[in-house]
């Protein structure tokens, strides 16, 4: 029993308030079955009338009941077309029903005195107690009001009882017992029946208010997310952009290695903020998921390219094993997400794996549904998780072992966020893993099949032409399979060396049967031969001095950049290698373009300093202004500064901007309503200059809301000198691609 509902006769909640909504929902609610009620009760009435009436046509009773009827059903039509007879409803039909019968009694009795059956008969009791039951069930009064009526009408027919048989005391109680009994029967109902109604109205109204408050505390937390991503991306974007400035201006050694180390952690930092936010995103159902075409290859390469550098620093062999189909097959999904999840699974795979390799494998199954099924997979060597673990590592905070904070770090959120990403998009994780003997996480997801294409590259490449003959060098077995097999799939006759002397044998054996290799790949980390001491040893040999190189891996120092193009080496890629740069170098020894070295084109591209332009910065943050100022003066931009919105669109009006970076949070004048009202001026006063919004708030919602407000482009702080560079070169006048 609800507490605010005491177990008593006259039922009622504790709480007035509480008392006035079950009122309005106990009208609202008869409200949609009066019509049902009416016909109801009508039929018993005319039903009741018919029986009687062929029985014995003669008693007068049958046709006082058609007069009851009647008002009764003009009552209810009124209940049912009238709003104000609804509000009045419980009191008003409550003492009509009486009114009605104790006009019933007067007639009943008159009808008696007349000879008629009256009172002394069945008919006349029915009348009263189908009024009662009326009152009671059908109409829908409140148990209080129904109460009432019920006992006038009691009083009333057992002072007409007394009246005819009060001489006769057994006749009397016999009659009485009777209606006695069937007014009990009828109020039993009523009670019940208002009892359980305002039973299931106490729980809907829990429910209505546990929903109300969870939808409230969602708002808040929703507002407040915001709110941190805003607080805590601004100062961030700060750090780690002053950084980057420091790192582009002269330093000392030691200077530059302290400046790096801050990067480093501020970048950590970043990426535990994001993972705590995003957490909080998923916990409540904020967190939405893009639906973009995309291909795997490209999450992948991605994925694997942002490892490459910690991999090779442990001495690790990160693989990328996708077939050519699998690769370009053309995916409906979140690539982002996807991408996150699979920076945490291989992330973690580099953290924990000391030496061996890590490797990411993936598959892709076609369905006759336009579907498939894509099941990725990563597998290190490193320590590996006990079996007892495997359930919790998934659970927020949580990792295999307390040991393992302690000596790698980490928050225990990564897993836990891949779970739940998994989930969002109906996939699974599983894990395989034991101690000391590596761990194996598998991602099968069902996306729907774009249409099948084929690379423009790959379609070039695969035309029918004269084969040539490539040669990898690796250590790694893994890593040879993978090369020989992407080879293998663009036309080459690939084959692989598993050390540097193995490779001199079979480049020799090669030439002077006079079937040189045209394209040679070297692993820059080999034991023994490096990858610079076999290529210095193959352009010694006279008969191998028109071989193509390539270096996989190594690092880019001034030193090894002087020392490749001594060696003529072609290129140079980071490992595992991308398709776009082994395409490049299939093609360039398809054409025959021999041992020249390219270095240049494959050496990490620095930021510009040739843009032109005049930008306008709209940023009210001083920390953030001088990043933003510093790094577009690096540029070679003219800027100058608003510090809000209106000071921004005063500006924009008076003077012509080749770009605009605005930022979206701002007192005064906020960016989307700068920007709404910049639109609005004609072309000539800036109307249609490029506006980049600068938004502290990461996710495919805020750039869709900065690309309705009629912003060009966005860009999400912290802001890097990359990032900015290309944005610049896209919005710049000359620089936009045609």
Wanted: hydrophobic share 50%.
């Amino acid at each position: 029993m609800d507490s605010r509902m005491p177990l008593r006769l006259m039922l009622a909640f504790a709480s007035m308030p509480y008392e006035r909504r079950f009122i309005q929902h106990y009208v609202a609610f008869y409200f949609r079955y009066a019509q049902a009620s009416l016909v109801l009760g009508l039929l018993l009435i005319v039903g009741d009338f018919l029986v009687d009436h062929f029985a014995d046509p003669a008693i007068a009773a049958n046709w006082l009941r058609l007069q009851v009827a009647v008002p009764i059903l003009v009552a209810g039509l009124a209940y049912t077309a009238l709003p104000a007879a609804r509000r009045h409803w419980q009191p008003v039909v409550a003492g009509f029903i009486v009114v009605v019968a104790v006009a019933l009694f007067w007639i009943l009795s008159l009808v008696d005195r007349q000879g008629g059956a009256g009172l002394k008969s069945w008919v006349g009791i029915l009348n009263f107690t189908f009024l009662q039951f009326y009152c009671f069930v059908i109409l829908g009064v409140q148990f209080r009001f129904a109460l009432l009526s019920g006992t006038m009408i009691l009083l009333a027919f057992g002072s007409a009882l007394w009246m005819e048989f009060g001489q006769s005391t057994s006749e009397f109680a016999y009659w009485l017992y009777h209606v006695s009994t069937l007014f009990i029967l009828a109020a039993g109902i009523g009670w019940w029946r208002e009892f359980v109604l305002r039973k299931e109205f106490a729980m809907r109204s829990d429910l209505d208010d546990a929903r109300q408050a969870a939808e409230s505390l969602a708002k808040t937390k929703s507002e407040f997310l915001a709110a941190m991503s805003h607080e805590i991306r601004t100062p961030m974007n700060g750090v780690l952009g002053m950084t980057e400035l420091l790192m582009n201006s002269d330093l000392l050694p030691q200077q530059r290695s302290w400046a790096n180390t801050v990067q480093m952690s501020g970048r950590h930092l970043l990426g535990v903020i994001n993972d705590v936010l995003d957490v909080s995103k998923i916990e409540s159902g904020h967190l939405t998921l893009e639906t973009v075409d995309f291909t795997l290859a490209d999450v992948i390469e991605d994925t694997l390219a942002m490892f490459a550098h910690p991999a090779q620093a442990k001495g690790l062999e990160l693989l990328g094993r996708f077939t050519p189909a699998d690769g370009e097959a053309r995916l409906h999904g979140d690539p982002l997400r996807l991408r996150q999840i699979l920076v945490n699974l291989v992330g973690n795979a580099v953290k924990f794996t000391e030496r061996g390799h890590v490797e990411l494998h993936a598959t892709v199954a076609r369905q006759a549904d336009c579907r498939a099924r894509v099941v990725v997979s990563v597998r290190d060597t490193g320590i590996g998780i006990a079996p007892e673990a495997h359930g919790r590592i998934f659970e927020l905070f949580s990792q295999a072992d307390s040991s393992t904070t302690r000596q790698f770090g980490g928050t225990g959120l990564g897993l836990a966020i891949c779970r739940r990403l998994t989930e969002l998009m109906d996939g699974r994780i599983d894990i395989d893993s034991s101690q000391t003997l590596g761990s194996r996480f598998v991602v099968e997801l069902l996306l729907p099949l774009v249409h099948e294409t084929v690379d423009p590259l790959q379609g070039q490449i695969a035309q029918p032409r004269q084969r040539f003959a490539a040669l990898v060098v690796d250590d790694s077995a893994a890593s040879r399979q993978t090369l020989v097999a992407q080879l293998q799939a663009m036309d080459v006759a690939a084959v692989s060396a598993a050390c540097g002397a193995h490779a001199l044998e079979k480049l020799e054996q090669a030439a002077l049967a006079g079937r040189a290799f045209e394209l040679v790949m070297l692993d820059a980390d080999m034991p023994g031969m490096d990858g610079l001491q076999l290529a210095l040893e193959i352009r010694n040999r006279p008969a191998l001095a028109g071989t193509r190189l390539v270096l996989l891996g190594g690092g880019h120092t001034r030193t090894v950049t002087q020392q490749l193009q001594e060696l003529e080496i072609a290129s140079q890629f980071a490992k595992p290698v991308r398709r776009a740069d082994l395409r490049h170098a299939v093609e360039g020894a398809r054409a025959g373009m021999g041992p020249q070295c390219e270095i240049e084109r494959s050496a990490p591209k620095l930021p510009s300093t040739a843009l032109r332009g005049s930008v306008l910065v709209v940023e009210d943050n001083p920390v953030n202004q001088c990043v933003v100022l510093a790094m577009l003066d690096m540029l070679g931009l003219r800027t100058a500064l608003a510090a809000n919105g209106a000071i921004a669109l005063d500006m924009a009006s008076a003077q012509s901007f080749d770009v605009i970076l605005m930022d979206c949070q701002m007192p005064v004048l906020d960016g989307f309503q700068a920007t709404a009202a910049i639109r609005k001026l004609p072309r000539k006063q800036g109307g249609k200059v490029p506006i980049v919004a600068l938004t502290a708030s990461a996710g495919s919602a805020e750039a869709a809301k900065c690309i309705e407000a009629g912003m060009d482009d966005y860009l999400t702080k912290p802001l890097t000198l990359e990032a900015l560079t290309s944005t610049m070169a896209r919005w710049l006048p000359g620089a936009r691609p045609d």
